[in-house]
């Protein structure tokens, strides 16, 4: 990714965050569900990781934060999702959070972010964004929150961006092709999705800084 040995040269100094995606912060947000349907499934699981540059220049993975839900009265569950993601959410050892309160921890720290980098709100990150998003606006509602640090519509979908960039619009295919690897035994936590999710972000975002600082005469 660097011009030389020293990884500095052909560089400026490095963009902050808030000019470098029009004022917004890339959160990347995975959740895992009782099914497909946000209004009706229940939320099971959200994490959420922020993302930061360093003092080259370089997008990277700033603090993750991973919360099991207690899901909704009245939430559908369907056991095909279970056997997928592999969470039993009536386990009595399962630390499991009210929806509102799993959401009010999460955005607290996504708030914090946000001030920390002068940014004027979240972008969700996800891949297939619009799932994610659905649930987290389904569930907003739901708790009754008031203030969603989050952009109600837009987002950046790393299905789409992989695509692109690699040719591949599976998470584990496209990880593999951005060099990241994939731990098969760990997929399928939000948790870990989203980790994995967030480094697939930063060497997208990475892959193209040549492209954007030509773009902003950086």
């Known amino acids: 990714m660097s011009g030389s040995d020293d990884g500095m040269a052909g560089y400026g100094p490095p963009i902050p965050m808030v000019?470098?995606?029009r004022g917004f912060?890339?959160?990347v947000v995975d959740v895992e569900t009782g099914g497909f349907h946000a209004a009706t499934d229940a939320l099971l699981e959200i994490a959420a990781v922020t993302l930061r540059f360093d003092?080259?220049?370089?997008?990277?993975i700033d603090e993750s934060h991973a919360f099991h839900v207690q899901p909704f009265e009245g939430a559908r569950i369907d056991p095909a999702s279970l056997e997928v993601n592999g969470i039993d959410p009536h386990h009595p050892l399962r630390p499991a959070l009210p929806e509102r309160?799993?959401?009010?921890?999460?955005?607290?720290?996504?708030r914090r972010a946000i001030r920390d980098a002068e940014c004027k709100r979240a972008v969700l990150v996800g891949?297939?964004?619009h799932f994610d998003l659905g649930f987290v606006n389904a569930a907003v509602e739901r708790a009754g929150i008031?203030?969603?640090p989050f952009h109600p519509f837009s987002v950046f979908d790393t299905a789409t961006l992989a695509g692109v960039a690699y040719?591949?619009?599976v998470l584990r295919r496209a990880a593999e092709a951005a060099?990241?690897?994939w731990d098969s035994s760990a997929a399928h936590s939000a948790r870990y999705d989203t980790e994995q999710t967030a480094a697939l972000f930063c060497a997208i975002v990475n892959r193209f800084r040549d492209n954007f600082e030509a773009a902003v005469g950086a």
């Open 179 to 181: 060099g990241l690897g």
């Open 25 to 27: 912060l890339p959160v």
């Open 101 to 110: 309160e799993a959401l009010g921890r999460m955005f607290r720290e996504v």
């Open 127 to 129: 891949h297939n964004a």
């Open 55 to 60: 003092e080259d220049g370089w997008l990277g």
């Open 19 to 21: 000019k470098r995606f």
């Open 146 to 148: 008031k203030r969603n």
């Open 167 to 169: 040719g591949q619009t």
